[in-house]
């Protein structure tokens, strides 16, 4: 028997066209997520003009518009970027899990993968860590994976 074939997507921006869409909602928590999303981009060779950045209000709005944003064709992957932090009532599980269903629901329906970067915690201190400007940035790891999967999707 010989060896599979192995596939896999090359971690690069160049040639790329990427879109973050990112939640307004905990604002300090994304524009960390969004600073660390950005950066990663720029190490892997992304040029300014072939990203594009979209605001929106809160988390529960990604969807809507990273769906526009897949199906118009001009993008290779997307970013979703937001923060859901879990207070004392059922409001967290909603956003949170119908925020991850559309951006799910999205990438499915257009083929186009959307990378989840999408903070959902129990506290502000889980979101600091997690959004921390230095290692360990979840921006930064989505726009990795993103960039990954369209290499990906080129190749398959």
């Known amino acids: 028997m010989t060896a599979a074939q192995l596939i896999e997507g090359e971690v690069t921006a160049r040639g790329r066209k990427i879109a973050i869409v990112a939640a307004r909602f905990n ?32 988390a529960f709005e990604l969807p809507v518009v990273a769906r526009k944003l897949a199906g118009s064709g001009r993008y290779d992957a997307l970013v979703a970027l937001g923060c859901v ?28 993968p959307i990378a989840f970067g999408v903070l959902t915690v129990n ?22 994976c993103a960039l990954e999967m369209a290499g990906l999707m080129a190749r398959l």
């Open 85 to 112: 932090i879990r207070g004392d009532t059922p409001h967290f599980d909603y956003v949170a899990g119908e925020c991850a269903r559309g951006l799910q629901l999205a990438s499915l329906e257009t083929g186009v």
């Open 27 to 58: 604002d300090v928590i994304v524009t960390s997520l969004l600073k660390g999303a950005t950066g990663a981009w720029l190490e892997r060779g992304g040029a300014a003009a072939d990203l594009a950045v979209v605001r929106v209000p809160g």
């Open 123 to 144: 506290s502000l201190e889980q979101a600091l860590e997690r959004a921390a400007t230095t290692a360990g940035n979840k921006g930064g790891e989505a726009m990795q």
